[in-house]
């Protein structure tokens, strides 16, 4: 009913259609109509445009037919972009109506994103899972929101935008965090520091144990004003997967280069997972300064840079 509400005429189509037989022709599906095949309806596009689109993937006989049940019904403006699957063969009145309503005819996309994704990571995710949305418009629109993106498992509708997946994910960053206000604010850190350093986090360590001992290091540089020497820091720069940076690297001209600056980088590094977030809001509290990661996954510490550099001797050669 409310299909019907929004669209009064649409009734006076169907009334149309059945009173006059003659229209059955060319109302009808295409003999090859393309049964269980798919078809993209892309965002922004005319009546026409669509129409046309459909008649190409034969999935009516008459793109003016399909038009006109458009037109007259009011529908035309608000045709809903996205990918629709055709398991019967319909006449072009149901087509329209699909159209119109968004009945795709395919189930929730799912799409789950790891802790410590990038928005790099995020926009080809999204742009694999749902043709109708280019990465780089992902790219674009969640940039700025890096490290605020909540990683998660996510059901969206076929028809969603890049500005609606992203929207979902930054609420529910805020629905995550909203419980830890309290702990931010006596950490004596703004939720940008926090979540930078979550970021860090993230990369560099794998178990929560792990996580709480760096995030303890980390802090300890800072306070010494020394360089975090963060090697994760590097995939982001280059926009790779990498965490053996070499010498050129170490000297690269980048504010998120922590080797060549001192503090936190102007910004998350990825987005962090709950478990990454709670670590640097309660590190454990050591005396070290010094990780590394062995061959094997392993964490080893040191508080003096002879003994790390012991360790990388023991454990990296």
Request: proline share 6%; aromatic share 10%; glycine share 6%.
């Amino acid at each position: 009913m409310d299909f019907f509400k929004r669209y009064p005429s649409w009734l006076a189509v169907s009334v149309l259609v059945l009173l006059t037989g003659g229209y059955a022709l060319l109302l009808a599906p295409p003999s090859n109509f393309p049964l269980h095949e798919t078809v993209i309806v892309a965002r922004g596009a005319s009546a026409s445009a669509v129409a046309s689109g459909l008649y190409d993937a034969r999935i009516i006989k008459h793109p003016s037919v399909l038009w006109f049940i458009l037109r007259f019904s009011g529908a035309s403006a608000h045709v809903h972009a996205g990918t629709y699957v055709f398991d019967t063969s319909e006449n072009a009145l149901t087509v329209a109506y699909r159209l119109a309503t968004g009945a795709y005819g395919l189930p929730l996309v799912h799409m789950t994103f790891p802790e410590g994704v990038t928005v790099r990571d995020i926009a080809g995710r999204v742009a694999e899972a749902m043709p109708t949305i280019s990465a780089q418009d992902v790219l674009a629109l969640g940039k700025p929101q890096e490290g605020y993106l909540f990683p998660d498992t996510y059901l969206f509708p076929p028809d969603a935008s890049a500005e609606s997946i992203l929207k979902t994910m930054r609420a529910n960053f805020e629905t995550k965090t909203a419980a830890l206000t309290s702990d931010i604010q006596t950490s004596g850190h703004s939720l940008a520091d926090i979540i930078t350093m979550a970021s860090l986090v993230e990369k560099e360590a794998r178990t929560d144990e792990d996580k709480r001992i760096v995030a303890g290091i980390l802090w300890n540089r800072l306070a010494r004003k020394m360089p975090l020497q963060v090697d994760a820091v590097f995939g982001y720069i280059y926009n790779r997967d990498t965490y053996s940076p070499s010498l050129a690297d170490l000297a690269v001209d980048s504010p998120y280069n922590t080797y060549t600056h001192t503090g936190l980088p102007p910004g998350p590094i990825c987005n962090p997972g709950l478990g990454s977030i709670l670590a640097v809001l309660h590190p454990t509290k050591t005396d070290y300064l010094y990780y590394l990661t062995d061959k094997n996954g392993m964490m080893h510490y040191a508080t003096t840079y002879a003994a790390h550099q012991a360790n990388q001797q023991k454990y990296l050669h």
